[in-house]
């Protein structure tokens, strides 16, 4: 299965991904961290653009064909990547699920955007300024949301967990 993880950066999406594959022993596909190694080996002359997006496709896809739960971990702020990442699981011939990620508590989500930490050695996070002027297209497809203003980590891991034996797939 490929759990497909979209939402503004702040909103708490790394954190309930990182926690959902440590607790289903899913494999981690992080666009941040592939997109950072790309930039860091000096090979690029421009911006990373959608390449590591796409390596993050590719990635995702090999461990599905070998038959791996995947938890990809990205923005997906529009509709074209979320389409690559279904396409990925329609290739795969697996199921895939879209989880959204949001924080409905504006004065929270802009205290965790001010003031977390960098996790990818160069990564620069965005300032509030650039995570509330983002360009972000709304979901065509219903995905399963998350609000992390009224629910913490181990509530929410359980709620997609108990969303996935339920069949909550498409």
Known sequence: MLIIFGGLPGAGKTT???ALARE???VYVRADTVEQNIQASGMLRAEVGPAGYIVCYGIAEDNLMLGNT???DSVNALK???DAWLSVAERAGTAAVEVEIICTDKAEHRRRVETRPTDV?????PSWDKVAAR??????RHPFVIDTATQDVERSVAALISRLAQGGIR
Do not use: N, Q
């Open 16 to 18: 309930i991904a990182r």
């Open 70 to 72: 995947v938890v990809a």
């Open 121 to 125: 050695e160069g990564l620069v996070k």
């Open 24 to 26: 289903i022993g899913a």
């Open 135 to 140: 360009h972000y297209e709304p979901w065509e």
């Open 80 to 82: 074209v990547t979320r």
